[in-house]
């Protein structure tokens, strides 16, 4: 008997969900696709329960045709392209024809659709068993598709879903990128009934900019834009003192479909090089216009990254168009037109301290903990040797035994990370003015659906309505941070936490990251000069924390060198 055969349609289209639809933003990613590849000029998007109960999506675009609209369902029917030349040349969103399948292979799925001249409409709906029953609809322009109850007939898929908020804030994301991509087309998104996002057709990218996230956060971004040898870049990079912990905000347009690319990535990171902390992350919002026949679009199987004919090139513009946005001022001849850009900075790079002869490592460096009774058992204050800054970053200080240096930041993190972990000693203030704060609306819902934790680490938290919170009170600690910053970096960091792949985030899982992310805002930066006093009371603190070896991320807090290790570089021993 044949060990080897043909696997059925049904089981076909089902392993292609697994590539195309991996959550409910995949499925209104390709709906979305669809409505601009028809020409809608406004596009409604109804969720309920973050996609898993239904997504709607209506549009006023060109339509079907009965005919059409029965092959649609069938694997690989597509509009889009006709020839083997069309597949290295794509000019719209979608192409393959394999979306409409794999989401009605995993789901409940209606279509109802009306093109000019059609007699009258076509309502089509996919159910149980893949049953699909026919009928007349309104002749309505354009086209609604409603999918529900995803993954019903999969639950080994459905389980891995996260919670609503975390699908939803995916839903979102996938929205305002093709809003962004699209000014000139209305976009309406609603959740459980509310309104979450009403963007009508904008003039401007700046004015959809502004309708998207907000006229302040606008504000903190510079506009950009480059043209040459066919190819345009242009959008939107922030100031390099608008930062970010994480990479939340940054988004590559490619011929107007959203990727991910290491080239452009990269030139990015290379234009903010020396002015921005190793650790914070900058937020763009870039475009690239390129003849269809330069990039390759049919690389991954839900279109989510590209391959360029000359990266080089791509690269040298897209750094060039950033450089000169952050340094007005800069002949840009002088940038070299070859860069190579092997082992970019997509994480920050911590360089220990090393020596040519001998290497020393964190072993024979002696990171702590070590004990250092002599300086810290009797106050903070008391027997202490002055301290004296290294650079901008580090101080230092002798010890009995040798040569004690610190990472001021890294030191202060740690000790304000354990405070908010712990929740202990964190002393809060009423605010005489409340902080009113402007969050782009996937921000603005993550934060309000976690507010109670927020609450537990000293941040009194209400809903303003219209993507706006008040703060009423902050931990003292948190007195001049950048509470919008932060706030922002906290959202991001739940939704990396619920969308890390394990299945059950926990509570106290979360609380670490977010208390990381809070520690970093508060914490003393590498430009500021503390008192010796100050210095001595970070000490003491640092010794009481449970873990004072390193901060939150795993960097070193401080460095012991031993006067063996002294007479071992200087090859004294």
């Not at 029965?70 to 030349?85: P, Q, W």
């Not at 999918?147 to 305002?176: G, W």
């Not at 070859?338 to 020596?355: D, L, Q």
Request: hydrophobic fraction near 40%; proline fraction near 5%; charge should be negative.
């Amino acid at each position: 008997m044949s060990k080897i055969s043909i696997l059925p349609d049904i089981l076909i289209n089902k392993i292609a969900a697994g590539e195309v639809i991996e959550r409910p933003a995949s499925v209104v990613r390709e709906l979305l696709d669809n409505a601009i590849d028809a020409g809608a000029a406004h596009i409604e998007i109804e969720i309920l329960h973050g996609g898993k109960k239904l997504m709607k999506v209506s549009d006023n675009g060109c339509g079907m045709s009965r005919d059409d609209a029965l092959l649609c369902f069938e694997r690989h029917a597509t509009s889009k392209i006709r020839s083997e030349e069309d597949l290295f040349n794509i000019t719209s969103l979608g192409f393959r024809g394999e979306a409409l399948a794999a989401i009605a292979s995993v789901s409940k799925i209606t279509l109802a659709t009306f093109a000019a001249g059609s007699g009258a409409g076509t309502k089509i709906e996919i159910g149980v068993d893949h049953k699909k029953e026919t009928s007349d609809a309104p002749p309505s322009a354009g086209t609604t598709i409603e999918v529900r109850d995803i993954f019903y007939n999969t639950p080994a898929r459905r389980k891995f879903l996260k919670s609503n908020p975390t699908e939803l804030s995916h839903i979102i994301e996938t929205v305002m990128q093709k809003a962004f991509a699209y000014p000139e087309i209305g976009f309406i998104l609603t959740h459980n009934n509310g309104e979450l996002v009403n963007a009508p057709s904008a003039a401007t990218l700046e004015e959809r900019f502004a309708q998207l996230y907000g006229e302040e956060l606008a504000e903190e971004f510079i506009r950009v834009g480059i043209e040459e040898r066919g190819m345009k870049i242009y959008g939107f990079v922030s100031k390099p003192d608008f930062t970010r912990a994480g990479r939340s905000q940054q988004v590559i347009f490619v011929n107007k479909r959203p990727v991910k690319n290491s080239t452009v990535n990269h030139a990015i990171y290379s234009a903010y090089d020396t002015l921005i902390a190793r650790d914070r992350h900058p937020a763009y919002f870039l475009f690239l216009d390129i003849d269809g026949t330069k990039v390759d679009v049919n690389v991954h199987p839900a279109k989510r990254e590209v391959r360029f004919e000359k990266p080089d090139e791509i690269h040298r513009m897209a750094r060039a168009v950033v450089y000169k946005a952050l340094n007005p001022g800069a002949d840009l001849s002088m940038m070299t037109s070859e860069i190579s850009y092997s082992g970019f900075r997509n994480t920050p790079v911590h360089f220990p301290v090393s020596f040519d002869n001998p290497v020393v490592n964190e072993q024979s460096a002696g990171i702590f903990p070590v004990s250092q009774t002599d300086i810290f058992s009797s106050g903070f204050a008391q027997n202490v040797q002055p301290f004296f800054y290294v650079g901008e970053s580090f101080f230092a200080t002798v010890t009995n035994d040798g040569l004690l240096i610190i990472d001021q930041h890294a030191a202060h993190e740690r000790i304000h990370y354990e405070k908010f972990l712990k929740k202990t000693s964190i002393e809060t203030e009423p605010l005489f003015l409340p902080l009113r704060i402007e969050l782009p609306v996937k921000e603005y819902k993550l934060v309000l659906h976690h507010k109670d934790l927020l609450n537990s680490l000293g941040l009194d938290i209400e809903d303003f309505g219209g993507n706006n919170v008040i703060v009423r009170s902050l931990p003292k600690e948190l007195s001049k941070a950048d509470m919008k910053g932060l706030l922002m970096d906290v959202a991001a960091c739940i939704l990396e936490e619920e969308t890390s792949g394990i299945k059950d985030t926990t509570e106290e899982s979360l609380l670490k990251n977010i208390a990381a992310r809070i520690a970093c805002h508060k914490s003393v930066r590498g430009s500021e000069q503390l008192t010796n006093e100050e210095l001595s009371k970070m000490m003491y603190d640092l010794d009481k924390c449970d873990e004072p070896g390193r901060c939150p991320h795993g960097r070193p807090t401080r460095i012991h060198l031993t006067l063996d290790d002294l007479r071992k570089m200087f090859k004294r021993k």
